[in-house]
């Protein structure tokens, strides 16, 4: 029994109320550190669990008594990846993602909330704290497009909120439907494992197409992603940050628990692996009619998901390691690109790759950024990308043959697209009669973090893969 | 036990007497701030007894038509400790209270009345001292009052018509009339098929007729935005929060008291009304620029998330629809709290909540949070009221369809809620807005209800489980 992940969460919350309280100036040091206790926290369990060799943590608090439902958390090697890619998209967020300094305390309050959802949501070991997680995070995503999005915020976060909520009324009927039918009547996601055989076949398919759909909206899948180019667009650089390097975790992770909990998935696994499959390559089609350099970075989030469900259908160790380090190296590979981008809109006064040009030479740290995000997106070896995608796809051959390395061409697609962003918008000259807006050293500190975490999880994956029993 | 059980019910007969006995005296001399104390004070005596009492387990019948047992007790509570607020609002918001207090404190009454009925004529006469002064409350100010009075009024005339017609054709089965379980068997004829027992039957109808009209539950709904909207913020907010939830009190009184045997007769037409009221509110809500009428239509949706699990009719379902009504309550109370002030300041429809987020943070962000709460989200009050309800149902096995309508309709709601939110935060104002103490506080206690006893429902669970069991155990 130990206390931290409850220390994160406590951290967490109470740093998002009092920011409240606060000036924008001390509000940003209370966000700091806040997310910095947080993310040292996960450093600390990072080294305990290398020293030791194995991550188990279990801890529980008393919620409500009435229906024996109380705050059950659980830390292992998967929950831990991605707690540690919540806490640094989130500190490097609130350290950097703000060029424009707009707003900066409602930001900051719904960044900590949102971390304090993220870290709750991949800890919980409990389905009904799973969904009270899911909808906080949701609701703080809500306002930070909202409140802190460009022009056309409005439309895009009712048609966020619209497409989430319709999610988590998914979410919560497919719950609901499991505690009624498991024998055990319990929320607890081991226990429903154990029982879950003895749920009738039919009733399982439902309990399973509620919850796959509900997961498909949010992380998105093909028939369901309209809201995601929108939001990610409209959103403030720290929301589209968070919307794409965590928010989407949220249902890759879902998928994790119900291809893990509920039997029926074995049968269903390949018909969701095309699905997935085919996802991915529409994505790439769609990504390269884009010139918004936001939103191809949005669209490709599509191509990575549609992998990572991929993984997650092939039902192995090597797949579903594969889909939790992919989900690591996506979060923080895509921070960085939304942060350079942002950046580059403050810079530029623009994000069209037709006009923006030579970034290179004009802002260096922010066009190398990017590029360095490129090579983490489309997995060059030595970014923690690469590590998942060699995961990935052993895991997906193992399952289904040679088909599984299918996706590998959306994959292909997306990055050749990307080397002539790169080389038109970043390599070639610059336009002399650009303005320029120069960032500071906090926006550089971002890049850092995200591309040295990026590297160093690349470089080194034994770091979170060691303790697992791969 | 400190008091005994006979006393703590005549103190509370007393107090609800001496209430009505406070703006008498107060009126000739315009004691408007003596009357405000002294209601405050007696509602607050009232909260405390009746705390009291159901951690005291009292259960006492005083002369035969009152019954105070847990049940009562917990409603008692709550509806003290939910006029406390409205007490208060009213006071801020009229310069003479002491003459709204004289209708008040009848209608203050009237719901204890209803809460610690033991008698299917105490429920009667206790929803007609309720409905009749609230009519005289709406009259006294606000846009076309008295259009919405004689609206109120002659509705609530029918309904009560249709309710004495139903108690009536219950005679012959229960002679006494007190709440306690009628059987099919008639005491003059001896006649006992309950399929062929037509009076029994149209009895139960005439009774979901009529609460229906006090619940708003449609197609007995039409009054409501017209009255909502004509009538002043607080005796709106009086309507939403309490009154109809005083009607939910008489419904589970009789439908789970009175015809607790016929539960295969009453819970199909309840069912039928939860679809449809939830289908409603929700649809109509979608397309009102009016933000009371909003919130009219979207506390008539509410009412059929509660008539859900008043529909599955187990321990359970009743327990899940207790809680919803508390989150209601709050919520309803904490967001009219808001209108009232804002059209006070002549702010009434979406547009002019253009930019609220920046003349008044406050007021934004706990509209946001109620708003949110009513549309569901977790971890705020309203979920935990809507999880239990569609739990219920789903419990239930065989009305696993009306959760399905419920979450669907929870789905819808958000889409209306959003735009209330997403208008106070459109643009910018340097125009501030300041907002009176009395409705400061009251904001500040109906948000605090909702999002603590949404982080921790437990206690609130414990005595709805109580409560309802209390009410089965009759």
Known sequence: ?470 | MLIGPFYVAHAIIVLMLALIIVPLATIPRKLSYAAFLASSALLALILLLSIYAFLAGVDVTVFTIFHLYSFSEFFLGLFAFALLLINALSYEHYPNFTRFLLFFSFAIVGMFVVAMANSLVTILLGLELMTLPTAFMIMTSGRHHIEAAVKLFILSAIAIGALSFAIALLFPYDLQLTLSPVSAISLFTGATAASGNYLLILSIILVAAAMGFEVAAFPFNLWVPDVYQGAPGNVTALLAGINKKVAFVALMEIFFVVFIQFKPIFSPILVLLSIATMFYGNILALVQTNVKRLLAYSSISQAGYILIGLAVATQFGIEASILQIVAHLFMVIGAFAIVLWLESNNLRTLDDYNALGSRNRFAAISLAILMLSMAGVPPLIGFIGKFLVFSSAIDSQTLLYLAVFGIINSFISIYYYAKVIDRMYSGKSHDMLAMGKYTYAVVVIALAATILLGLYPGPLISAATVASKALLAI
């Open chain 1, 1 to 470: 029994m130990t206390i931290l992940i409850g220390l994160m969460l406590l951290v967490s919350a109470l740093a998002s109320v009092f920011i409240l309280a606060l000036d924008s100036k001390l509000s940003k040091r209370l966000a700091i550190a806040g997310s910095g206790i947080v993310l040292a926290i996960a450093i600390l369990i990072l080294v305990s669990s290398l020293l030791q060799g194995s991550l188990s943590m279990n801890e529980s608090y008393p919620y409500i008594n009435a229906f024996n439902i109380s705050l059950q958390l659980q830390m292992t090697p998967i929950n831990f990846i991605l707690v540690l890619m919540t806490a640094i998209v989130a500190f490097a967020a609130i350290l950097s993602g703000n060029p424009e300094r707009a707003g900066v305390k409602t930001a900051n309050t719904l960044i900590m909330l949102f971390e304090f959802s993220a870290i709750g949501l991949f800890t919980s070991a409990n389905l009904f704290i799973f969904f009270i997680f899911w909808d906080i995070g949701v609701i703080a995503l809500f306002f930070m497009i909202n409140v802190l999005g460009s022009a056309n915020r409005r439309y895009a976060s009712i048609k966020f909120i619209i497409y989430e909520i319709f999610a988590s009324s998914l979410l919560l009927l497919g719950i609901m439907m499991i505690y009624f039918y498991t024998p055990v009547h319990s929320f607890n996601i081991s226990s429903i494992t154990a029982a879950a055989s003895s749920i009738p076949q039919s009733t399982q398919e439902l309990i399973f197409i509620l919850l796959f759909a509900a997961f498909a909206v949010n992380m998105p899948l093909f028939p369901v992603h309209f809201w995601l180019p929108d939001a990610h667009t409209e959103a403030s650089t720290q929301g589209s940050m968070l919307l794409s390097g965590v928010l989407t975790k949220f249902g890759a992770y879902g998928m994790l628990l119900i291809f893990t909990m509920l039997p029926i998935a074995n049968k269903l696994a390949v018909p969701i692996a095309v699905l997935a499959g085919f996802s991915t390559i529409y994505a790439a089609f769609v990504t390269m009619m884009q010139h918004d350099i936001k939103r191809v970075i949005a669209y490709t989030t599509i191509i990575d998901m549609g992998i990572i469900l991929v993984a997650i259908a092939a039902m192995n160790a090597f797949g579903t390691y594969g889909a939790v380090y992919a989900m690591f190296a996506h979060g923080v590979t895509i921070a960085l690109m939304f942060l350079s981008v942002g950046c580059l809109h403050h810079i530029f006064g623009s994000r069209d790759m037709k006009v923006v040009k030579g970034v290179v030479s004009k802002a260096a740290s922010t066009g190398y950024s990017f590029i360095m995000g490129v090579f983490g997106i489309t997995g060059v070896p030595l970014t923690a990308g690469f590590i998942a995608d060699v995961l990935i796809f052993i895991g997906a051959i193992q399952a289904f043959g040679l088909a599984g390395a299918l996706p590998l061409v959306g994959l292909l697609m997306i990055g050749a697209f990307f080397y002539l962003v790169v080389n038109r918008s970043f390599m070639m000259t610059k336009d002399p009669s650009q303005p320029i807006e120069y960032i500071g050293m906090e926006e550089k500190a971002g890049y850092a973090i995200l591309m040295g975490s990026m590297l160093l999880f690349g470089i080194f994956p034994f770091l979170l893969l060691g303790f697992s029993n791969l």
